[in-house]
């Protein structure tokens, strides 16, 4: 089994950052893209950020705010985000396409999700 755990979110006032961490564990060959995503209350989960054999991707309304970094010796992938508003308050998915032997294919693993407030 692959298993990705968030650290714990949190809430924060306007303008501060917060850094969330998600690491990737259990029966893992390799792992492709790791990234980030969010839900918030009534709307559908989107995409945050991701990164790929040195590519990243953002979300148009992360850019310049947000970073994201990975360690790929320790399964790791972080979210720096700066800039916080109250419009990413959602609850933020860690996300890792892994292949779990030689010739098996990618699939995707999803954390448990971390709750982010963001309060005005």
């Known amino acids: 089994q692959v298993r990705l755990v968030e650290s714990e979110g949190g809430l924060v006032q306007a303008g501060g950052s917060l850094r969330l961490s998600c690491v990737a564990s259990g029966s893992i060959f390799s792992i492709n893209a790791m990234g980030w995503y969010r839900q918030a209350p009534g709307k559908q989960r989107e995409l945050v950020a991701k990164?790929?054999?040195?590519?990243?991707n953002y979300a148009d309304s992360v850019k310049g705010r947000f970073t994201i970094s990975r360690d790929n010796a320790k399964n790791m992938v972080y979210l720096q985000m700066n800039s916080l508003k109250p419009e990413d308050t959602a609850v933020y998915y860690c996300n890792a396409d892994v292949k779990r032997r030689a010739y098996s294919n990618y699939i995707d693993y999803w954390g448990q999700g971390t709750q982010v407030t963001v309060s005005s």
């Open positions: 990164t790929s054999g040195g590519t990243t």
